[in-house]
Structures are given as C-alpha cells and as structure tokens.
C-alpha cells in the first residue's frame, strides 16, 4: 500500500518551524531592547504627517539588495579564487544572506562563523570560506578608505572640512 504524503508535516518539521519562530523572536526583542526603543514616545507620534516617497524607498531598498547580491557573488568568487570549490552565485545569495543574518546577534563574530559552517555543507574548508569574508571585508575598507581619501582631498570645502 502506497502512503500519501503527509501535508501538514511531520512533528519534527513542526518543531523545526516552531524554534525558528521562537528564535526570531527573540533575536526581535533583543534587538528592539538594544536600540532602546521608547513605545510611549512611538505612540505620541501623528503619523498622518509621515509622507513617505514610495519611489524613493522602494529604490533604496533595491539598491540594497543589489549591493548585498554583489557582495554574496564577489565572496564566492573569492572562495573559488582562494582555491575553495566553485559556488553558484544562485547558492551563494541565499548563503551569504542567511549567514548575514549573524550580524545581530552578540559579538561580531557570528556572521562570518555562520558564513563558514553554511559554506562548509556546499563543499567549501570553513577556514576557505572565512579568509573570503576576512578578505572581502578587508578590500571594502580599503575601497572606502579611498573612496573617503579622494573626498576630502578633491571634495568640496564642506566637505575637506570635516578630515581636519
């Protein structure tokens, strides 16, 4: 006798689910209690004045993800070029954006370790996948070093002025 799949999941998968849940919650309210977020001043707000361009931030948040998918493809042409195996940049987005998520909790390790243990199921030695995120981050700070540099040595005055 042939058995139907099971639609509503099996009790792990239902646990899986729930801790999922639980975490990001939590992961929520430790975040909102760092910020230090004041609900009575949030309610006093009117927030009929708040006229948003939606053109405006719906590019910002394009160009965001854009910059983000960049970042995952230039890391996984890092790993290949260190000599890790090739990922796709399809497999690396989903990767390295998961992984990102590692950035909100405590200590500033996390992103790159989860960076490290998710490569690792793809093939990738974890100390491969983390010189490509330890790299990549060192060439962006340099970037914008440069970027910085040229400003205030070619920019504006408004701008010269705040390197003094």
């Known amino acids: 006798m042939a058995r ?6 099996t ?12 975490l990001t919650a939590l992961v929520t309210w430790y975040v909102l209690g760092r910020v230090g977020v004041d609900w009575s001043a949030f309610q006093q707000l009117d927030l ?7 053109f405006l931030l719906a590019a910002s948040a394009l160009l965001l993800l854009v910059a983000m998918f960049m970042n ?19 497999q690396a987005i989903p ?3 998961i992984a990102n998520l590692g ?12 960076l490290a243990a998710l490569a690792s199921a793809r093939g990738v030695r974890p100390v491969t996948a983390t010189g ?6 060192g060439l962006s700070i340099l970037a914008a070093t440069a970027i910085g540099l040229g400003a205030l040595l070619t920019g504006p005055e408004s701008v010269r002025t705040w390197g003094l």
């Not at 139907?4 to 999941?9: A, M, N």
């Not at 950035?103 to 989860?114: D, S």
């Open 48 to 54: 009929a004045e708040w006229q948003p361009n939606v």
């Open 72 to 90: 995952a493809a230039l890391w996984a042409r890092v790993v290949r070029d260190l000599g890790g195996a090739h990922i796709p940049v399809t």
């Open 95 to 97: 990767l390295f954006m």
């Open 103 to 114: 950035r909100y909790l405590p200590g500033k390790v996390w992103q790159i370790a989860g």
């Open 132 to 137: 490509a995120a330890v790299l990549g981050q």
């Open 11 to 22: 009790l792990k998968t239902w646990l899986i689910r729930f801790g999922q849940l639980a």
């Open 4 to 9: 139907t799949p099971d639609r509503g999941g």
